[in-house]
């Protein structure tokens, strides 16, 4: 017995269908791309964030709660409001994860967010005065249940 005696096909017209461009549906691993994750007490970025900044090894974080957006901007280690976001061991690049709840507690409060979940999004090269920076947009983040959330947060 084979398909069609068993289901009747019908015939359709395809007038005014489009091809979607197999290249819509090309995912990067996560380690391609620049990433930025928050949890309601700390951040970390991708390695490949670091190595899109350069390896720098301290950086400013700008936010702009408005525009749910942040901006990560390589800075030397002198910098006052710099922060060390990697490790750098024999030319090897190791992300940090920053305890920072007095800063991420507020950013959940002011984006709106579930302080039970997890939140990332990638990232994009940018310039501004002639300075290369990261800029993650927050607008539409990934996000899921953080495992050992409630228990710290509930």
Request: proline share 5%.
């Amino acid at each position: 017995m084979t398909f069609d005696q068993i289901t009747p096909m019908q015939e359709i017209s395809i007038d005014g269908f489009q091809v979607v461009s197999g290249s819509m549906f090309a995912h990067m691993p996560r380690s391609m791309r620049p990433t930025c994750t928050i949890w309601p007490d700390s951040i970390c970025f991708s390695k490949y964030s670091i190595y899109m900044l350069n390896n720098c090894e301290h950086v400013r974080i700008e936010v702009n709660t408005a525009k749910r957006c942040m901006l990560i901007v390589p800075v030397t280690a002198g910098d006052r409001d710099g922060v060390r976001w990697a490790k750098l061991k024999n030319q090897n690049v190791e992300a940090r994860k920053l305890d920072c709840k007095q800063f991420t507690l507020p950013l959940y409060d002011s984006w709106g967010w579930d302080r039970l979940n997890v939140y990332r999004a990638s990232g994009q090269l940018v310039t501004a005065d002639k300075k290369v920076m990261l800029l993650f947009d927050f607008n539409y983040p990934e996000n899921w249940k953080g495992k050992g959330l409630e228990k710290t947060n509930g």
